[in-house]
């Protein structure tokens, strides 16, 4: 695929590809190397509705197939995969526990999880009015929540080579 500003030749043209757009390519260099989420990348990238057009930039083919360029050159440049960072992660929180470093092992957890998805950053959180809210539906939205919590720690357990079972005790007290 060619870079911001190179011209395709008449081949690439005639079959279909097309070149990615200055704007495009801000999104994706603020969205990869400068640790910004999809809506603050393209936002910084002059986006008039950055929420919408983050998640259709993100579906574009010709942006996903840069996207996915930008991060093979990553890897080759830097060594860098999702596994391989998880892994050293968890090693890092292993000795930490083994080393009696409870705080170095809790952020080395806190990083995995935020790596995976499973746990997000408070800015990115929409908050609700609790206290116009009974205790009951204080307490029912807890569950839906913790429910949530369930069906995300399956499909991020299924990836690993070594998946932990992990506990999940109800929020809704007993009667």
Do not use: C, W
Request: hydrophobic share 35%.
């Amino acid at each position: 695929m060619p870079k911001v500003g190179e011209d395709l030749s008449r081949e690439q043209r005639l079959a279909g590809q097309k070149r990615l757009t200055d704007k495009q390519q801000a999104f994706l260099d603020n969205f990869m190397h400068k640790d910004m989420t999809q809506t603050s990348a393209a936002r910084k990238a002059g986006y008039a509705n950055p929420g919408v057009d983050a998640v259709r930039l993100l579906r574009n083919p010709v942006v996903q197939e840069r996207y996915q360029e930008m991060q093979e050159e990553a890897r080759s440049k830097f060594g860098v995969t999702l596994e391989k960072s998880l892994r050293d992660l968890k090693k890092i929180r292993d000795l930490a526990i083994d080393s009696e470093k409870y705080g170095d092992a809790i952020r080395a957890e806190e990083l995995r999880l935020k790596a995976t998805g499973l746990l997000v950053n408070k800015a990115h959180v929409l908050h609700e009015r609790t206290d116009s809210m009974t205790r009951e539906e204080i307490l029912a939205k807890l569950q839906e929540f913790q429910d949530i919590a369930k069906k995300r720690m399956k499909v991020a357990t299924k990836t690993h080579n070594d998946p932990l079972e992990i506990e999940h005790d109800s929020v809704i007290p007993a009667k």
